[in-house]
Nanobody, 120 residues
Framework: VQLQASGGGLVQAGGSLRLSCAAS????????MGWFRQAPGKEREFLTG????????YYADSVKGRFTISRDNAKNTVFLQMNSLKPEDTAVYYCAVGPRTAVAASYDYWGQGTQVTVSS
């Protein structure tokens, strides 16, 4: 599976960004697509995940209500809509494919990451 993340950039606090992750390769229906982020000096943090098969979603408490994950199965693409961004959301954001878990080490495939910077 190859993953290509895009959509990062610089935004002011309170603004919004939409990240995309396009997947290619083997059949994804048995997997979950997750989004993680990693800020300098911090561990990789789970944000949200969505099942390719039934579209069920789950979120970390830190982003619930501000971030929304969705998918376009026809395009093998998952989106992360981020609203009400805060400076502490600044990080490199990664998409990954794996089982339904918040544990980064359990994910088998990773995108290259896209930088999100939120200015105050």
């Amino acid at each position: 599976v190859q993953l290509q993340a895009s959509g990062g950039g610089l935004v002011q606090a309170g603004g919004s960004l939409r990240l995309s992750c396009a997947a290619s390769g083997r059949t994804l229906s048995v997997y979950v697509m997750g989004w993680f982020r990693q800020a300098p000096g911090k561990e990789r943090e789970f944000l949200t995940g969505i099942s390719w098969s039934d579209g069920s979603t789950y979120y970390a408490d830190s982003v619930k209500g501000r971030f929304t994950i969705s998918r376009d199965n026809a395009k093998n693409t998952v989106f992360l809509q981020m609203n009400s961004l805060k400076p502490e959301d600044t990080a490199v954001y990664y998409c990954a494919v794996g089982p339904r878990t918040a544990v980064a080490a359990s994910y088998d495939y990773w995108g290259q990451g896209t930088q999100v910077t939120v200015s105050s």
